[in-house]
């Protein structure tokens, strides 16, 4: 089985409310479909939703890197060779995570679909349940966060996610609402999203939301600040998670040797995809930390690849793969029983993609052949 041709196409994905987190406001989210096909007929599909923020990359840019970089590197080889895969990607480019995620999680899909298995079964296998979302709320008013928060426990969700650090001195004003508004019988997580930036204003605030029972603080200072997290450590007791500053294999082992988070949150765009991402939980796990699947607002495509890697990996405790829920329209089918998510035993990703609703959110598209 090779690569012959490759179709890319950015779309545009219309949100039901905006997102709103610490760096940016979304009204809608870009997203790159990635289309392989193979020699004997089979088609798979991959996803790529580069952040300027976080992995460094911008839709176009990432189009362009797939176009004339990635893609002529590793048309011709088995998809299944998923070493072979990576050691052309990385050698066609440095970095770009989400657009060789794309590529990555397309591979996986053909390899389950020409096995005739699901992508977990060809990690090793699934744990029995099935996993779970939470609830995750942007930075907006007090008020309208904590009647948000009675009706998502109203939906079924047993925890919320709140995204804070927005600068306006809100931040602890919400918690308290929220936990006002739901009491003690649901879990609160909350994620700075790098907000409040030094060590100094991020103990500051993790103090004051202590008396407010949080599963764990994600992220409270800078992405280049490893060290920084140390200093958080030294202060605080509560559980600490870091997202943004977690990339590669190399980030992680700084976390490793300085024991200063007890988990990290590891995202498929961020690093390229299943087949890194399941290294860094395995070394995450030696090392004694706990791992969280995150979200970049995907789609069915690449939140079910994620599902997948969680659903394979003992060491992954937390998935927050929840984007198909929030747009108003999206290509894929993935289905969500609040709050669990339904990974079922179809080949592949087990997504089917529309191709009429991939052409009516299509901003623009090209191909690639072998």
Known sequence: MKLTRATITLIDLPLTEPFVVSYASYPSMPS??????????????????????????????????????????????????????????????????????????????????????????????????????????????????AAQAVVARQEGYRHLKMKLGGGDGLDIERVRAVRAAIGMDMGIRVDANQGWEDPATALTMIRALEQYDIDWVEQPILADDIDGFRLVRQGTVMRLMADESVVDARDLAHFVRDRSVDMVNLKLMKSGGITPCHRLATQAELGGLKVQIGSMLETSIASSAGFHLALSHPNIVSTELSGPMRFAKEPGDLKYVVPDVQITEKPGLGVEVDVDMLAELMVRECEVVA
């Open 32 to 145: 790159i479909i990635l289309t392989l096909e193979t020699d004997d007929g089979l088609m798979g599909f991959g996803e790529s939703v580069p952040d300027g923020h976080i992995t460094g990359e911008t839709p176009t840019g990432s189009v362009e890197a797939l176009r004339t970089e990635l893609l002529p590197a590793v048309l011709g080889l088995d998809p299944r060779d998923i070493t072979a895969i990576h050691q052309r990607l990385d050698a066609a480019l440095k970095g770009c995570g989400a657009a060789k995620a794309a590529v990555d999680i397309a591979c996986w899909d053909l390899a389950g679909k020409a096995a005739g298995r699901p992508v977990y079964s060809l990690l090793g296998g699934r744990r029995p349940q099935q996993p779970t979302i939470a609830r995750v709320m942007s930075i907006l008013a007090p008020d309208v966060l």
